[in-house]
Every structure is written in C-alpha cells, then in structure tokens.
C-alpha cells in the first residue's frame, strides 16, 4: 500500500476536511468552556463589585456540573445508534443550542445582592453545562475515530490545535472589548450605533496601521498597537458599562458557534461506527463503565492522573494572570489592560503556532511519552520566569510570559489528545469494545473535578490575600504578592507532579504497533 513520506498509509490519513471539522469544534470548546472563567471575574467582580469568593463557589458548581453531565451524555453517545452515527446527532443539537444559550450566562441585572449574584450564576450554568456536554463528549470522542495511526493521531491533534488559536484571540479580546469606550452610559438601545463606532474605529485603525507600515512610520505604529482595534478608552473617571459589553459580545460569539455546529455535522464522519460498532452488534456500554471502570485501564491511569496534575496546576493562570496584569503591571487601569490582554492573546496564538511543529516533531522524533517530557521540563522553566516578566515598569515583557506558556500548553494539550486515542485502542484490545464515550466522559469528570477544587481553592485564597476591586491600582503589597507568587508557584508544583506521573505511562510506539496488530487479526482494519 502507498504510504505517506512519514510511513503513515494513505488510508490513514484523515482527509482535510475532518480536519478542519475538528478544528472549528476548538471555537465551542474555547468559548463554551473557558471564556465564562475570564469573564465572570471581570463581569461580576470588577464590575458588578461580587466577592471573588462567591464567583469560585460558582465556578465549583459549574465544574461539577460538567463532571455529572459530560458523564451522562459520554455514556448516551456510545450507546445512540442512528442513521447518522453515534456521535454527529449530538454534535449538531449541542453545538447550536450552545451559541443560542451564550449570552444567557450574562443576562443579570445591577444592583442585585452578591448572593442573588452568585444563584443567577448557578442557575444560567445549570442551563448551559448540559448544552456543551452534549455536544463536547460526542466531539471528543468522534475525534479519537478519526485514524487508527500513531503518528496521524498526533497530526490530527497538532492541526486542531493550530484552529485552536483563532477563537483563544477572541478571549483575550473581550476585555479590550468590554471596558472600551463606546459602553460608557449605554444602553440596549444603543448597541446598533455603539457597535457602528467601534466599527468605524476600527477601520481607521487599520487604514492607519496599514499606511505605517507602507512607510515604515514605526513610532506611528507603536502609537496604534497601545489602543487595540483603535477602540478608545472610557474618558477619565468614566465607568465602562462593561456588563453590556459583554451581552453584546457573548451575543456576536455565539452566532459564530450557530454557524460552526451546522458546517462540522456536515465535515465530519464517524470511521468506527459502521463496521465496529453496527456490524459485530457491540453490546451496550453501562453507566457504571462510564464512571468509574475506565479506571481499570492502567494506561488511561497513567495519561489521566498526569493531565490532572497539569491541570490543576496551570488552571489558575487565567484567573491570577489577569490579576497581575491588571492590578501589578497596570496599576488598576482597566482600559491599559484590556489592551494588554489582547497583545498577550496575539503573542499566546504566534508562539501557540510555534510550539504546534516544535513539539510535534519531538512526539514524531522521540514518541510521544518523551516529547510530553520535553513540554513540561520547557514549561516549569516558563513559569519560574513569570517572576520577571510581569513587571510596572516594562510592561511588554508580560507578553512573552503569555506566549511561552502558550508555546508549551499548546505541545502539552496535542500530545495528550493524541496518547489518548491510542488508549482507546489499548481498551479495546482489552475489553473488546469500542467505548471512547466512556474513556471521554470519565476522564472529563475526573479532570473537571480536580480543577473544580483547584479554581474553588484558588478563589478563597485571592479573597483573603487582601484583594479588593474598589480600591483599584491602590491594592494591598501583601495581596499582590501572593498573586504573582502563587501565579509561579502553583504552575511548578503541578508540573513536577505531572512530570512523575508521565514515567508511568508504557505506550510507547512499539507497544502500539503491537495493539494495531493484534486488533487487526480480530477483527481487520478500519
């Protein structure tokens, strides 16, 4: 059989546009699942002046609420059988009612109590968690279907994470967005000619970017790099209605994902369904399975144990990073730092770009368990740096902390992807059945209740630093302090962790050259 130039056999190789449906599920996942941990803090906190402590307690509720329903809709995906396969129906109905339901999780109102503030966010969440579930477990799994190669499934994972990118730009932006100009004193009724000046904003922006650059005018471009989009900032002592801001903004991304669940029911194909699943009348996968005998899966132990630790650890960059970036670096000008967390976007999505081929060719070059080695050793010298790169008095160096921790998360998440496909194979080798729903949804809820501490622990301790939104760039040393302590700190220790756990893992390429074969006797090729 014809083979690629990397040995991959042609029929293989997942066609371009299976790719490209994987990588617009990136917008879902990005927007469905980590926009909210941004914005809430900057919505509800800063804005709507809620304690960080109840914003946490929220995001606990949030992450065990995923924990339950990616586990019930995991166990409904590799149980469905339609005409359609297992997966796309769920993939279609999840995706679209989760752009629909976006902007819900921001429909509250000012002047309510922190604890009215905080059974809103339970409940909105309680509203939309299912939605994503439903259409996330079923794209995870689809996703490990796709190719039955070692290497493949690595270039699969690097190219979704390439698409990954664009949408992660969109969630540095939303500050920027939220706290320009435009939302001083508006309203609802406004929104069409507000959204028509930063239009015209940004036009001009990128006339005049573009003009610097045919003559080579760069102090003009510097100029117009301090304004992101040209959006101007409120006027002095000026509140940004930045709750509008962001109805309007979860409005405009969830009509993106409308669009990007109807194209990816049409991309993509489920290649296992028909002749593993339909044709040998797989029996039906239990609840039980989905929930806890996974864990039987020393291999999925190793994999899941490690990404856990990884996690965990890094799951507070978000969160504390704002902080930094706002209350350190910024000295509390929101305006600054909006613009400041756009450029750090900008610099997360080029060296992102960057880490994708480094790392893949590691995973290629030494397989996989030895180029996650090489990710987490680059990463803990990352955050070690962080100390120096969030500095007052040069501002700039913080967007090379966001784009090398990018750099290695983007190596990290791909080669995780990739080595947990090949698990699913391993499974069936064992079990006899094709349960990637089961191994998804499991691994989801233990991965979402880890960090659910994590973030619930990471929000008590920024409560009783000290913090205080009101008092703006006027914070307390003690509290800014133990942010960019514990922004480095915890990073380290959950990467040392993850680090440990790795060895554990005994996939190697050889190993999996063995499970293709022997799944190959039993039941032929796919």
């Not at 990136?26 to 709507?48: E, K, P, T």
């Not at 320009?180 to 009724?189: E, I, L, N, Q």
Request: aromatic content about 14%; hydrophobic content about 50%.
């Amino acid at each position: 059989m014809s083979q690629t130039t990397h040995g991959t056999e042609l029929s293989d190789r997942v066609p371009l546009a299976q790719k490209f449906g994987m990588g617009l599920g990136s917008v879902h996942d990005m927007w469905g699942h980590w926009l909210y941990v941004g914005m809430a803090y900057q919505v509800f906190n800063i804005y709507l002046g809620v304690s960080p402590a109840w914003i946490g307690r929220a995001l606990l509720v949030k992450l065990c609420f995923e924990a339950f329903w990616d586990s019930v809709f995991g166990w409904w995906s590799d149980n469905t059988r339609t005409r359609h396969g297992r997966r796309r129906p769920f993939i279609l109905v999840g995706s679209v009612l989760s752009g629909l339901a976006l902007p819900v999780l921001f429909a509250a109102q000012p002047g309510w109590s922190e604890v009215k503030y905080f059974w809103f966010m339970v409940a909105t969440l309680g509203l939309f968690v299912p939605i994503m579930s439903c259409f996330y477990m079923p794209f995870l799994s689809i996703g490990a279907e796709l190719t039955p190669d070692y290497h493949e499934r690595t270039s699969l994972a690097a190219f979704r994470s390439v698409c990954q990118k664009v949408p992660e730009v969109a969630m540095f932006a939303a500050a920027a967005f939220t706290t320009a100009g435009v939302w001083v004193s508006a309203s609802w009724a406004d929104v069409p000619a507000r959204l028509g000046a930063l239009a015209h904003q940004t036009g001009a922006w990128f006339a005049n970017l573009f003009g610097g650059i045919f003559h080579l005018d760069f102090p003009r471009i510097g100029k117009l790099a301090q304004t992101l989009f040209g959006w101007e900032p409120p006027a002095a002592g000026a509140k940004t209605n930045i709750l509008l801001g962001a109805q309007v903004y979860t409005v405009l991304l969830g009509s993106v994902m409308v669009v990007a669940g109807i194209v990816m029911f049409f991309l993509l194909r489920e290649r296992y369904y028909e002749k593993l699943v339909v044709a040998r009348k797989q029996d039906k996968v239990s609840i039980l399975e989905t929930l806890i005998l996974a864990l039987k899966c020393r291999p999925f132990r190793a994999n899941l144990s490690m990404a856990l630790a990884y996690g965990a650890g890094t799951n507070l960059v978000g969160t504390f990073g704002y902080y930094a970036t706002v209350y350190y670096v910024c000295k509390g000008d929101l305006a600054a730092a909006g613009t400041w967390n756009f450029w750090m976007g900008i610099s997360g999505m080029f060296f992102g770009f960057l880490g994708i081929p480094v790392y893949a060719y590691l995973a290629r070059r030494l397989g996989k368990k030895h180029g996650m080695m090489a990710v987490q050793l680059s990463a803990i010298a990352v955050f070690v740096a962080t100390w120096w790169l969030y500095n007052p008095d040069v501002r700039w160096l913080q967007v090379f902390a966001s784009g090398f921790i990018a750099f290695t998360s983007a190596g990290f998440w791909m080669i995780y992807s990739s080595i947990q496909a090949d698990v699913m194979d391993y499974d069936e080798m064992e079990s006899g059945k094709r349960r990637e729903g089961a191994f998804s949804a499991c691994g989801s809820w233990i991965m979402k209740f880890g960090m659910a501490v994590a973030g619930w622990l990471t929000s008590e301790v920024l409560a009783r630093t000290g913090f205080n939104a009101s008092l703006g760039g006027n914070q307390n040393p003690d509290a800014i302090f133990t942010i960019r302590f514990l922004l480095a700190a915890v990073p380290i220790a959950g990467l040392v962790l993850a680090f440990i756990l790795l060895a554990r893992l005994g996939l190697t390429q050889e190993k999996m050259a063995e499970v293709r074969t022997t799944l190959e006797a039993r039941r032929g090729k796919v």
